[in-house]
């Protein structure tokens, strides 16, 4: 991957200025360090092999898949060729069964016939074959009509169709100084012009919308139609975005006793997103009057018995006597979901995890002494179903979770050894700074930390809170847990789930760039005499002291 002239001058520069061991503020800044991950993880980088075994090879990494095994499995080999030590499976659960899809093909049959770009949603059941139907389009039909109708064998269009618009903004984008400026003093951000965009489209009430549409899949699913179809809220000229497949909930029904796709034995009526373009040409067929009949075709498995699943933990020893079992830990998920390779979701994250792995166990072996703390890495699984590996692993490890907004219940002996987690999951855009998560008083420490990077266009610290990720499983517990402030590239309007997702979309420069500030940041928490300070928080009893649980 050709490396930009910039980039080349800018690791030279930061060279030149930089002293031995520098004191800025008031928290050191090891520049040997810096030096050494800069040279090897930008100008020697790895990181796009890390992510081609892992999209390439290994591919869509739904948790329960075969395909998560084996990705799992390279890990944790990888990181003990690496020099990382107790490298183990940790498992949690139980998760429910795997499903893994290996072709789909949706096309219109008859006089005038033609293929549709289409993705299933996971844990569909197979269609065992090639099966047909007629297309019903259900999607703004009054309730008692929809009651009337006999859907069996046919298949349902349960969306409206959705307008398209040119992009004429672009797609990817990188945050500008006045974006920068807003995270840098917590204001919201300016939103970027919607040319071509009616202004009335941004702002449909998705909540009424996500209802109607729970309202008619309900409906539809107990007439048991051959396969269930619908556009996606979002996507493009070919590009979709599809998750996992439901099953409705009868009203009223607690949620853990709903019936789920993940449940061993259980079919799940096949359901589809297609392009929005071709989904709209049926719409307007069906509304000339035509008959529009589908050839549909899923093969796909599910992986039954098995119901836990394994998170990827590995370590480099701390070998500091006093502070040698506090724990740094770094981390991301290595799951995905399944219409692609999950590269920008979260590939990206999982293979500068590794790089940033790489670089610390390298930097170790070359100064010949390993961190003062032990720094541990974190591959997760379950993250698409509700970060459901981390919050495992905390909870195994270091609290018990209260409720939500709660302080935990119970604590482990690890919760007070623990000296910081950073984590990467907002796609392949380059570090621009980190979310302090309400921790103000590790402020003056990331500025520090920070400066090396700068000319790397990683100057930012906000206040706010990101979520949706991992690092929430930590913060949730009182542990500090972090997650950069990334460059959006195209991660919403484009890879975010899609089945576009692809290895080609993955910005080298970028990675590596992350790469190096994670392990940079890791070695920094290791290196330090304080374990990185904390948000107030109630403290609760120890699980592993006699003392009775607190309830
Ligand atoms: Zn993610």
């Known amino acids: 991957?050709?490396?930009?002239?910039?980039?080349?001058?800018?690791?030279?520069?930061?060279?030149?200025?930089?002293?031995?061991?520098?004191?800025?503020?008031?928290?050191?800044?090891?520049?040997?360090?810096?030096?050494?991950?800069?040279?090897?993880?930008?100008?020697?980088?790895?990181?796009m092999d890390h992510l081609s075994w892992i999209c390439d090879?290994?591919?869509?990494?739904?948790?329960?898949?075969?395909?998560?095994?084996?990705?799992?499995?390279?890990?944790?080999?990888?990181?003990?060729?690496?020099?990382?030590?107790?490298?183990?499976?940790?498992?949690?659960?139980?998760?429910?069964?795997?499903?893994?899809?290996?072709?789909?093909?949706?096309?219109?049959?008859?006089?005038?016939?033609?293929?549709?770009?289409?993705?299933?949603?996971?844990?569909?059941?197979?269609?065992?074959?090639?099966?047909?139907?007629?297309?019903?389009f259900v999607g703004d039909m009054p309730a008692d009509e929809l009651d009337a109708l006999d859907l069996a064998g046919k298949v349902v269009m349960v969306q409206t169709p959705r307008a398209v618009y040119e992009p004429f903004?672009?797609?990817?984008?990188?945050?500008?100084?006045?974006?920068?400026?807003?995270?840098?003093?917590?204001?919201?951000?300016?939103?970027?012009?919607?040319?071509?965009?009616?202004?009335?489209?941004?702002?449909?009430?998705?909540?009424?919308?996500?209802?109607?549409?729970?309202?008619?899949?309900?409906?539809?699913?107990?007439?048991?139609?051959?396969?269930?179809?619908?556009?996606?809220?979002?996507?493009d000229y070919?590009?979709?975005?599809?998750?996992?497949?439901?099953?409705?909930?009868?009203?009223?029904?607690?949620?853990?006793?709903?019936?789920?796709?993940?449940?061993?034995?259980?079919?799940?009526?096949?359901?589809?997103?297609?392009?929005?373009?071709?989904?709209?040409?049926?719409?307007?067929?069906?509304?000339?009057?035509?008959?529009?009949?589908?050839?549909?075709?899923?093969?796909?498995?599910?992986?039954?018995?098995s119901p836990m699943d394994q998170n990827v933990i590995a370590e480099l020893p701390g070998v500091d006597n006093r502070i040698g079992n506090q724990i740094v830990m770094i981390g991301a998920h290595l799951d995905s979901w399944h219409t692609a390779t999950g590269a920008t979701d979260n590939g990206a994250g999982s293979a500068?995890?590794?790089?940033?792995?790489?670089?610390?166990?390298?930097?170790a072996k070359e100064r010949g002494e390993g961190p003062r703390r032990t720094i541990r890495v974190g591959l997760w699984s379950g993250e698409e179903q509700g970060l459901l590996g981390s919050r495992a692993h905390v909870k195994k490890n270091y609290a018990e979770p209260g409720g939500r907004g709660e302080p935990p219940v119970a604590l482990h002996a690890a919760h007070a050894r623990f000296a910081g987690y950073f984590n990467l999951d907002n796609g392949t855009g380059r570090v621009r700074g980190i979310y302090l998560q309400g921790n103000e008083a590790c402020r003056p420490i990331f500025r520090s930390w920070l400066a090396p990077f700068h000319d790397l266009d990683a100057t930012t610290i906000t206040s706010g809170n990101t979520g949706g990720t991992d690092h929430l499983a930590f913060d949730r517990v009182g542990l500090p847990g972090f997650q950069f402030l990334q460059d959006?590239?195209?991660?919403?309007?484009?890879?975010h789930h899609s089945n576009m997702d692809n290895w080609d979309h993955a910005v080298a420069d970028d990675l590596k760039q992350a790469a190096t500030i994670m392990a940079s940041f890791a070695w920094h928490t290791a290196q330090r005499d304080e374990m990185l300070p904390r948000k107030p928080m109630e403290t609760p009893a120890l699980i592993d002291a006699a003392a009775p649980r607190r309830r």
């Open 1 to 47: 991957m050709q490396r930009s002239p910039r980039f080349v001058l800018a690791c030279a520069a930061a060279f030149a200025v930089s002293l031995p061991s520098a004191v800025t503020g008031q928290e050191t800044v090891d520049t040997d360090a810096v030096k050494f991950f800069r040279a090897n993880g930008i100008d020697d980088g790895k990181v």
């Open 57 to 136: 090879v290994f591919g869509p990494r739904l948790t329960g898949s075969p395909n998560i095994r084996a990705a799992q499995g390279w890990a944790k080999q990888t990181l003990t060729e690496w020099g990382f030590e107790n490298a183990h499976l940790e498992e949690w659960g139980p998760f429910g069964r795997g499903w893994q899809f290996s072709h789909c093909s949706v096309s219109v049959v008859g006089n005038n016939p033609w293929p549709l770009i289409a993705v299933p949603k996971a844990w569909s059941s197979s269609t065992n074959g090639r099966v047909e139907g007629d297309v019903v």
């Open 169 to 235: 903004d672009g797609t990817a984008i990188r945050f500008n100084a006045e974006e920068m400026h807003a995270l840098a003093d917590d204001r919201p951000r300016p939103r970027r012009p919607q040319t071509g965009r009616p202004a009335t489209a941004a702002s449909t009430d998705w909540r009424a919308g996500f209802q109607r549409r729970r309202a008619i899949l309900q409906k539809v699913y107990a007439k048991k139609p051959l396969a269930i179809i619908d556009r996606g809220s979002k996507g």
């Open 238 to 305: 070919g590009t979709i975005f599809a998750t996992s497949a439901s099953i409705p909930a009868p009203a009223g029904v607690p949620r853990d006793e709903r019936p789920s796709v993940r449940d061993d034995g259980r079919h799940v009526i096949p359901q589809f997103t297609v392009a929005v373009e071709h989904y709209n040409r049926i719409h307007r067929l069906l509304k000339k009057g035509a008959k529009v009949r589908l050839a549909v075709e899923l093969a796909a498995r599910y992986f039954e018995g």
């Open 352 to 363: 500068v995890v590794m790089e940033a792995a790489r670089l610390l166990a390298h930097w």
């Open 488 to 495: 959006p590239v195209a991660y919403s309007p484009r890879t």
